[in-house]
């Protein structure tokens, strides 16, 4: 079973500062998906990522997929309230299957 | 874009009764969907891999008498949790895969609360 740790687990930030969430594994993947998920909510999607060194942009957030293809990194810059949401990494494993990362709890104060 | 609808979105219920929970795709057609759940604080843990006419497959350590998972139609899957009890309450989330081959997403419903007294 592939593993997808998350770090750090939860990241407690003023509004207007910078963070970065890791995803981290020994496995490599074809993808990897970036989620944000808000209470009592179902997971959004965010980005996919597919080639390795890959960078993508979602207006205030930077998505990378490492060379290697088994690690991944979300940075937010200028943090806002909304971004406040639990943020998860996943991998397509067998038979399409979906495996989650262990997931970033984000609080952004205002 | 593709949606997906779960119902109940929150139920309540006594221990020793079984909760059904409905997972619709509800414009386009989904031959597989999954099933999972999630703890407070905690990620979604896959549960099972619900396949359109046949039967579920379930992860290691879910036990597949407990939950029930019928996909009747291409459009519905539903998860029915038998004689619950209260370890059971958790966030259950569906989700339903669409796209052509090597395009595929997976959608997801916005979750249904089990609160088991």
């Known amino acids: 079973t592939q593993l997808l740790e998350q770090s750090p687990q939860f990241l407690s930030i003023q509004e207007g500062e910078n963070l970065t969430v890791y995803c981290n594994s020994s496995?490599?993947?074809?993808?990897l998906q970036w989620y944000r998920q808000e209470p009592g909510e179902g997971p959004v999607l965010l980005v996919t990522v597919v080639t390795g060194g890959e960078v993508k942009k979602l207006k205030r957030l930077t998505f990378q997929f490492g060379d290697a293809r088994k690690d991944s990194s979300l940075h937010i810059t200028a943090a806002q309230p909304g971004d406040t949401g639990l943020y998860l990494c996943a991998a397509a494993g067998g038979y399409q299957k979906v495996t989650f990362g262990t997931g970033t709890k984000l609080q952004v104060i205002p | 874009g593709a949606v997906v609808s779960q119902h109940p979105s929150w139920v309540i219920c006594k221990s020793g009764t079984s909760v059904k929970i409905e997972c619709r795709s509800l414009d386009f057609q989904a031959t597989t969907m999954f099933w999972y759940r999630q703890f407070p604080k905690q990620s979604l843990m896959l549960m099972a891999t619900s396949n359109e006419g046949s039967k579920a497959t379930y992860e290691q350590g879910v036990e597949k008498d407990k939950f029930l998972i019928n996909h009747a139609s291409l459009t519905l899957s539903t998860l029915t949790v038998t004689s619950a009890h209260p370890e059971d309450s958790s966030f259950y989330i569906c989700s339903a895969r669409a796209g052509t081959s090597g395009q595929e997403t997976q959608y997801f419903g916005p979750g249904t609360r089990l609160l088991v007294l």
């Open positions: 496995s490599v993947f074809s993808s």
